[in-house]
């Protein structure tokens, strides 16, 4: 499909260049593109959290737990105690919890919820990735987060109108995952189209704090108007999202040609030689489109084609990297939707703590996270070696995760920092392989340029690794019925094929580095 060239400058951009009366560097668009693009993604993240926030409030029946005792804070969190034993909610009563989640099935229809979001997540990511690679990602952006919250924001209201209909909340559920679909795909070309491959993964690696950022906003919110009613838990991120939609409607320059510059990944893109007078040179060049305010460019796609799936699953690396992101994010994403509802129903130094507190404690889980993503982000860059960092630090999970469920219940202390760790490695490579792997390959040579894949090739991959995602929570439904030493072990064995499905590739780095190159070497566009 040839990509039109009618798309608009945004008009914050066009308001802003007729303040100051001409138009920015192509450095400054690129912090403005991280930060917006980093705002997007962080508004995603923030409104899956609440599902796992008040999970224990749906369904609060435990064999272990005791019945609560209330704990009237004086000044709830954030104006008080961050980490509370309990707390008194007028607006509902934990013992009864939400028909038709609490009772015996409960936490198995909480696991089908979960994923029925991700498994519409999963699918949508195929279609989304082309659609990106076809439409005017700004304005695919922007619809695609204002209907994200609206449907996230619909569930919270089963509260407020009283639902309890599982098909209801099902239903919510899987709109919200087609919409959602729209944005990973969506940041990561627009992030790619003005980022060449230089210092890629470290870039990318403090970029993809998103991740975390949105996770721990998410829980930070949802926590903190629980007290209200569950429903507003929902609704809060949701409006959120929607907010951030229109910040993207507004000022995302999803390519260089939309304000005056050229394809960074063409020939013709001067700016990604990165020479010191290249700003200057550019700034000279912006008066081509001061009165354009219908194309907002004199650059334009006039050739460019989205290449299609079959085509993007042949370019090499694509394949392995999918299978591997399908276990990692089997394990990430357990942890993102089932931690809070762990924390809660077990010991922790002797007591339980509430559902406020356990859903503030998991937060620092994504804070080790971001820490990860950075670091693999850094050392795949240093050694130029993708799939050895990804797969090392997806074995040292194994042992950290392990540590952290025989001995995270010792103490607070304890428990915070192994979770940390536990987060540094468990989402290290998720975070490497979603971002610099996925821009690595959809800027593959093999496209020589007149193709367009970064969307098409991130979906393949980061649709494949949903996969997995949807699968753990719904296991983890299952499992933890059996105890939460089940659902460990399901981790660790999702840990280890992770690791080993990328064997074949940190085996062709290793030979790189020790110069046995082969022929047609299976991590080349990773490296180069």
Not at 248 to 261: K, S
Not at 285 to 300: D, P
Not at 323 to 352: D, H, M, N, R
Not at 354 to 369: E, H, I, P
Request: with cysteine.
């Amino acid at each position: 499909m040839v990509i039109g060239s009618k798309r608009k400058t945004p008009p914050g951009i066009l308001l802003l260049r007729r303040i100051r009366g001409r138009n920015w560097s192509p450095k400054t668009f690129r912090y403005v593109i991280l930060l917006i693009t980093f705002i997007a993604y962080a508004c995603y993240h923030a409104s899956r959290k609440p599902s796992s926030i008040v999970k224990s409030v749906l369904h609060p029946e435990s064999s272990t737990k005791p019945p609560p005792q209330a704990h009237v804070n004086e000044h709830p969190w954030p104006l008080g105690n961050v980490f509370v034993k309990e707390e008194a909610d007028a607006n509902r009563d934990e013992s009864k919890g939400w028909e038709p989640f609490n009772g015996k099935g409960g936490t198995s229809r909480l696991g089908e919820i979960d994923v029925a979001f991700l498994a519409c997540y999963s699918l949508g990511m195929y279609v989304a990735g082309h659609l990106g690679d076809s439409l005017d990602l700004r304005l695919f952006l922007t619809w695609g987060m204002i209907g994200s919250g609206f449907f996230v924001g619909l569930f919270g209201m089963g509260y407020f109108w009283n639902v309890h209909a599982f098909w209801f909340f099902l239903v919510m559920q899987m709109a919200a995952g087609l919409f959602q679909a729209t944005g990973w795909p969506s940041v990561v070309a627009v992030v790619g189209n003005w980022f060449g491959n230089r210092k890629r993964g470290l870039i990318m690696g403090i970029w993809n704090a998103h991740t975390s950022v949105g996770n721990i906003c998410g829980s930070l919110i949802a926590a903190g108007v629980l007290q209200y009613g569950w429903g507003w838990s929902f609704i809060a991120p949701g409006f959120v999202m929607s907010l951030g939609g229109v910040l993207v409607y507004l000022f995302l320059a999803a390519y260089p040609e939309d304000v005056g510059f050229p394809d960074i990944n063409s020939n013709s893109g001067k700016f990604i030689k990165r020479n010191r007078d290249i700003e200057e040179e550019q700034e000279e060049e912006e008066s081509v489109e001061e009165e354009g305010e219908g194309s907002g460019s004199g650059f334009r796609y006039e050739n460019k084609r989205s290449v299609g799936l079959l085509q993007a699953c042949m370019i090499p690396g694509v394949i392995p990297f999918a299978l591997c992101l399908f276990f990692s994010k089997l394990v990430a994403y357990t942890f993102l939707y089932w931690l809070p509802f762990y924390l809660s129903q077990t010991t922790i130094g002797g007591e339980y703590m509430s559902v406020k507190t356990a859903g503030n404690l998991s937060t620092l889980f994504d804070v080790g996270g971001i820490v990860g993503g950075i670091l693999a982000g850094y050392i795949s860059d240093k050694f130029k070696a993708r799939a050895t960092t990804a797969a090392t630090f997806m074995y040292a999970a194994i042992p950290a995760m392990l540590v952290y469920h025989s001995y995270g219940g010792v103490s607070q202390t304890v428990n915070i920092l192994l979770m940390m760790v536990a987060g540094l490695f468990v989402n290290g490579p998720y975070a490497l392989i979603t971002t610099a792997v996925s821009a690595d390959l959809g800027t593959h040579k093999s496209l020589q340029g007149d193709s367009r894949a970064l969307a098409t090739v991130t979906a393949i991959i980061d649709g494949t690794g949903s996969a997995g995602a949807a699968l753990g929570p719904l296991l983890t439904g299952f499992l933890s019925t059996l105890g939460w030493e089940a659902v460990f072990y399901m981790l660790v064995a999702g840990a280890l094929c992770a690791g080993l499905l990328l064997t074949r590739l940190v085996i062709a780095e290793i030979k790189e580095k020790f110069g046995y190159v082969d022929e047609v070497p299976v991590s080349e566009p990773l490296l180069r």
